[in-house]
């Protein structure tokens, strides 16, 4: 009977060896886009979520998107005026750190800045994320076609002072949720997406650019 690949062990030389050749494969592909855009334009993501990162690719698809992985990245562009791939490139390649991407592309940095505008998109709060606004939920009966009866032992148990009379979840006394600059516990994160208040925003925020014509800038 065949062994199951499951079972299969893997050497430390396989791995590493796989590791050093997607390393490889990630840095050819930067220095290419160097060579085929004009730009690279750095920018901070905030409030990151893979659908809408998905939907922005697939509208630019002129243009290539870098995410993740940022020391390799900025290895490829060089890290130093003596390593650097092209003149210049190096200030992209030393601000590259904590939640910044890459964008290589022929539009002008204006385009790209409108593209990111009108791609920000409101979106629940996670957990540790910070609450942009007070949310009290009032002492009273809560709707039934957002708050069913068979929510009310979930609601109860995420610290929401609830009860049900007369067929309907109520809400005891005044309850508040969070309050501005709070670090979002999981069970606040999950009582605001019931009641459907938003408090995050996906958006990319362009941080700087180099381009082939006018070196880098920082905005």
């Given at each position: 009977?065949?062994?199951?690949?499951?079972?299969?062990?893997?050497?430390?030389?396989?791995?590493?060896?796989?590791?050093?050749?997607?390393?490889?494969?990630?840095?050819?592909?930067?220095?290419?886009?160097?060579?085929?855009?004009?730009?690279?334009?750095?920018?901070?993501?905030?409030?990151?979520?893979?659908?809408?990162?998905?939907?922005?690719?697939?509208?630019?698809?002129?243009?290539?998107?870098?995410?993740?992985?940022?020391?390799?990245?900025?290895?490829?562009l060089?890290?130093?005026?003596?390593?650097?791939?092209?003149?210049?490139?190096?200030?992209?390649?030393?601000?590259?750190?904590?939640?910044?991407?890459?964008?290589?592309?022929?539009?002008?940095?204006?385009?790209?800045?409108?593209?990111?505008?009108?791609?920000?998109?409101?979106?629940?709060?996670?957990?540790?994320?910070?609450?942009?606004?007070?949310?009290?939920?009032?002492?009273?009966?809560?709707?039934?076609?957002?708050?069913?009866?068979?929510?009310?032992?979930?609601?109860?148990q995420?610290?929401?002072?609830?009860?049900?009379?007369?067929?309907?979840?109520?809400?005891e006394?005044?309850?508040?949720?969070c309050?501005?600059?709070?670090?979002?516990?999981?069970?606040?994160?999950?009582?605001?997406?019931?009641?459907?208040?938003?408090?995050?925003?996906?958006?990319?925020?362009?941080?700087?650019?180099?381009?082939?014509?006018?070196?880098?800038?920082?905005?």
């Amino acid at each position: 009977m065949p062994k199951s690949k499951r079972q299969r062990v893997v050497p430390l030389t396989e791995t590493r060896k796989k590791g050093l050749e997607r390393k490889t494969s990630l840095v050819e592909e930067v220095r290419s886009c160097l060579e085929k855009y004009d730009k690279v334009i750095l920018f901070e993501y905030q409030n990151f979520r893979n659908k809408k990162m998905k939907e922005m690719r697939e509208s630019l698809t002129d243009s290539r998107f870098f995410l993740g992985r940022n020391a390799v990245t900025a290895k490829a562009l060089g890290t130093t005026v003596e390593e650097e791939a092209a003149e210049g490139v190096h200030d992209i390649a030393i601000r590259m750190k904590g939640f910044s991407g890459l964008l290589f592309t022929n539009h002008s940095v204006d385009e790209v800045q409108n593209f990111f505008a009108t791609n920000v998109e409101a979106d629940f709060a996670r957990m540790k994320a910070t609450a942009t606004r007070r949310v009290v939920i009032p002492e009273g009966p809560l709707s039934g076609e957002t708050t069913p009866t068979s929510s009310e032992p979930m609601l109860r148990q995420l610290g929401l002072p609830t009860a049900i009379k007369k067929g309907v979840v109520v809400v005891e006394r005044d309850y508040v949720i969070c309050e501005e600059g709070d670090e979002l516990s999981a069970e606040q994160a999950r009582l605001l997406k019931h009641f459907g208040q938003k408090q995050a925003e996906f958006r990319l925020v362009v941080k700087a650019f180099w381009s082939n014509l006018d070196g880098f800038k920082e905005l």
